[in-house]
């Protein structure tokens, strides 16, 4: 078997859905599995993957077990000769896979590939490559420089070597996986794809950043910038200091102060509530049900350049494939004030998020 694709999922029962439509487009031609493990969640997550996806292994754990554990079981059980680690707010193209496994078999000496992560309204994620968060980078990082933080020798468009590549799409080899024992389970969220980026680096392999296909990561779904956040990602960064690099008083005291600053300066996020003054329907005819839902026209699509100011585009996967929708909404993500949801292929809502720090919106009907 080529690939094995793994899932964490935890209560994301909507984007976990889209996730897997887009997945399944994306192993098509290929000898692959998709494996989902779910961390307990309290939604229909695993019901929803029974009903619609009965191919898909499906691994209950009893408890939310955390990123770095949840995604050692699911690895345990992959068949696959690379393991694609992948966060369930994500949408792949329809050719992600095939353009990363051609390329990782080209690299004899192939760690870990990553992508061009965009948000959800087409943005990139600086966080698609980075640096070695050493201490005094990361402190330069809370206090708002980034660049040192980031891997800016690497141009957004520029395949190359970086060193630390976010744990919402990883491919690998799954030898190379098993090699490192995988995931460090002392970390139960944040920082496990740092060490676990470094530790391949350690092992004599390289990294690399190939932005020839790109992936929606809606992130505010799965990553909330709230007290939470900012007590676990204290934990993570304490955990990686002391396991890679000599303790150090001043640096750590500098640290808790900027992680003190999240949690006073950053509020819980909120239900977006977009603007919208009338929505573009990316489709081949008109859904009636959708119309009758939505509280404002709907026109359907003749061109991205007549897009205007809050519009609210909807991308109709029936007639459109996943990497023409993320080709459009890239295409069109410098009019900051449109905003974007998928209608995926026999579903009966749509979805989308209109920032990468609050959650994400599902529209029933």
């Known amino acids: 078997m080529q690939l094995s694709v793994i899932i964490l999922n935890y209560n994301v029962r909507f984007f976990l859905e889209l996730c897997l439509k887009s997945v399944q487009a994306a192993i098509k031609d290929l000898d692959a599995e998709i494996i989902v493990v779910d961390n307990h969640s309290s939604d229909d997550s695993c019901q929803m993957v029974k009903q619609f996806f009965p191919k898909v292994i499906l691994i209950e754990n009893k408890e939310n ?15 696959g000769e690379f393991v694609c680690i992948l966060n369930p707010d994500t949408v792949v193209a329809e050719d992600t896979f095939k353009i990363l496994l051609d390329f990782a078999k080209s690299k004899p000496k192939m760690g870990i590939v990553g992508c061009k992560l965009v948000d959800g309204k087409g943005h990139f994620l600086p966080e698609s490559k980075r640096n070695v968060p050493t201490p005094l980078v990361s402190i330069k990082k809370i206090l708002g420089n980034s660049k040192t933080y980031y891997a800016n020798h690497v141009e957004e468009d520029e395949t190359g070597e970086v060193a630390v590549l976010v744990g919402a799409f990883m491919l690998l080899k799954r030898e ?22 470094y530790r391949v680096i350690k092992a004599g392999y390289q990294n690399y950043y190939n932005p020839s296909t790109t992936i929606i990561h809606f992130k505010g779904e799965s990553t909330l910038k709230d007290k939470i956040y900012a007590k676990r990602f204290n934990e993570a960064m304490q955990i990686f200091f002391k396991k890679h690099f000599k303790p150090n008083g001043f640096y750590n005291a500098l640290i808790w102060l900027g ?3 999240i949690i006073l300066f950053n509020p819980k996020p909120k239900q977006e509530k977009s603007i919208v003054k009338s929505y573009v329907l990316v489709s081949d005819s008109i859904n009636e049900v959708l119309q009758s839902k939505l509280d404002k026209p709907v026109q359907l699509y003749v061109s991205d350049s007549a897009w205007t100011d809050y519009q609210q585009i909807i991308f109709d996967n029936q007639s459109h494939s996943f990497k023409s929708i993320i080709d459009l909404m890239v295409k069109s993500s410098k009019n900051a004030d449109l905003t974007y949801k998928i209608l995926p292929k026999n579903s009966q809502f749509i979805i989308g998020s209109n920032s990468s720090k609050g959650r994400g919106e599902v529209i029933k009907f």
Do not use: L, P, R, W
């Open 65 to 79: 077990y955390g990123f770095s554990k949840g995604n050692n079981i699911g690895v345990a059980q992959a068949k």
């Open 259 to 261: 992680i003190k600053g």
């Open 176 to 197: 190379i996986y098993n090699e490192i024992n995988g995931f460090d389970e002392d970390y139960f969220m944040y920082g496990d794809d740092m060490d676990f980026s």
